[in-house]
């Protein structure tokens, strides 16, 4: 498979171009920086894409759009979006609008982490900004139903 660039959405397609799978469009409608990420798995034995669309200078480094995608059954998916996030309460339109989305594998385990950034008390430099984490999500994969689920994670 193959990913081209739009500008405000991004597509999957098949590596000679020839077939166009699924495409991800900002959230925001504006261009964004489309960060994609391949991740293997062992146990099922899968290969996703992480999908980040991260907003530009007028929205720092905002998140824009996030999907993990894979194929289920010959097709391609979309496991997790933003939309999924946003039912386990992740708030894009809470009082941080401009979150980031951080993805991590702890012990074998994939985690979806949202923050902004804050200016302690006192401060004035840019350096001196400090990072909040808001929301935090673990992703699992449930053999019965062959899709993931999110647990919500405390922080």
Do not use: C
Not at 18 to 38: C, E
């Amino acid at each position: 498979v193959a990913f081209e660039y739009f500008g405000k959405y991004v597509k999957l397609i098949s590596a000679d171009g020839k077939a166009d799978y699924l495409s991800f469009i900002s959230y925001d409608g504006y261009t964004a920086d489309f960060r994609i990420r391949t991740l293997t798995t062992h146990n099922p034995a899968m290969k996703l894409w992480e999908i980040k669309a991260i907003g530009g200078a007028m929205h720092g480094s905002s998140n824009s759009g996030y999907w993990l995608v894979g194929q289920k059954n010959g097709k391609f998916v979309t496991y997790i979006s933003l939309d999924s996030l946003t039912d386990m309460g992740y708030g894009k339109d809470s009082a941080f609008p401009y979150h980031s989305l951080v993805t991590r594998v702890l012990n074998g385990r994939y985690y979806i982490d949202a923050n902004h950034e804050v200016m302690p008390s006192g401060a004035q430099y840019g350096y001196e900004l400090q990072n909040l984490l808001d929301f935090s999500v673990r992703a699992d994969w449930d053999a019965n139903a062959q899709w993931f689920t999110l647990t919500y994670e405390n922080i």
